[in-house]
T-cell receptor, first 111, second 112 residues
Framework: DTAVSQTPKYLVTQMGNDKSIKCEQNLGHDTMYWYKQDSKKFLKIMFSYNNKELIINETVPNRFSPKSPDKAHLNLHINSLELGDSAVYFC??????????FGPGTRLTVL | QQQVKQSPQSLIVQKGGIPIINCAYENTAFDYFPWYQQFPGKGPALLIAIRPDVSEKKEGRFTISFNKSAKQFSLHIMDSQPGDSATYFCAASTSGTYKYIFGTGTRLKVLA
């Protein structure tokens, strides 16, 4: 049973396109997150939702829009993709504000 | 003040050696310090975590040492194995904020 799953695993697209990444967790956690890991492996939080409510919104371009249809899902939609958006995006969830469980990642490549 | 500084950037040890990875923080409000292990192509996975009320925590071959006054914590891997080769991240957070600050990562290679 996969605890935190993401689709797709790989995403290759052209500049200017719009794309979405989906995340689902079956752990019953209240809080979900999106992280971006750049080519130097640096992990930075982008968004966090607690019980479908946005609680963290870091300085992320407004081309990035998270959506949480329910507690188990947190999707990330990206408009007008740019070269600098190329990275690995990780979804995570946590039962409280401490231990986080990460998904396998989505490698986004913008050409 | 929100940074967590991690060193070294990379580390190579022989099998059986004891690699040590260090992290330092400034924000005294941090009260949870986890270490994550990441293999290539995978997401980070929690390895071990500590809170500032203890100075050391051990789980199997992994030990966290915590120095509250120096605002530093470190990960020691006893009897390291080639299978421990991975990138290790320290992190810090404050209870209730739902926000981790990650260190920059240490790429560990254990030679057979």
């Amino acid at each position: 049973d996969t605890a935190v799953s993401q689709t797709p695993k790989y995403l290759v697209t052209q500049m200017g396109n719009d794309k979405s990444i989906k995340c689902e967790q079956n752990l019953g956690h209240d809080t979900m997150y999106w992280y971006k890991q750049d080519s130097k492996k640096f992990l930075k939080i982008m968004f966090s939702y607690n019980n479908k409510e946005l609680i963290i919104n870091e300085t992320v371009p407004n081309r990035f829009s998270p959506k949480s249809p329910d507690k188990a899902h947190l999707n990330l939609h990206i408009n007008s993709l740019e070269l600098g958006d190329s990275a690995v995006y990780f979804c995570a969830s946590s039962p409280r504000s401490d231990t986080q469980y990460f998904g396998p990642g989505t490698r986004l490549t913008v050409l | 003040q929100q940074q967590v500084k991690q060193s070294p950037q990379s580390l190579i040890v022989q099998k059986g050696g004891i690699p040590i990875i260090n992290c330092a923080y400034e924000n005294t409000a941090f009260d949870y310090f986890p270490w994550y292990q990441q293999f290539p192509g995978k997401g980070p996975a929690l390895l071990i975590a500590i809170r500032p009320d203890v100075s050391e925590k051990k789980e199997g071959r992994f030990t966290i040492s915590f120095n509250k006054s120096a605002k530093q914590f470190s990960l020691h891997i006893m009897d390291s194995q080639p299978g421990d080769s991975a990138t290790y991240f320290c992190a810090a957070s404050t209870s209730g904020t739902y926000k981790y600050i990650f260190g920059t990562g240490t790429r560990l290679k254990v030679l057979a």
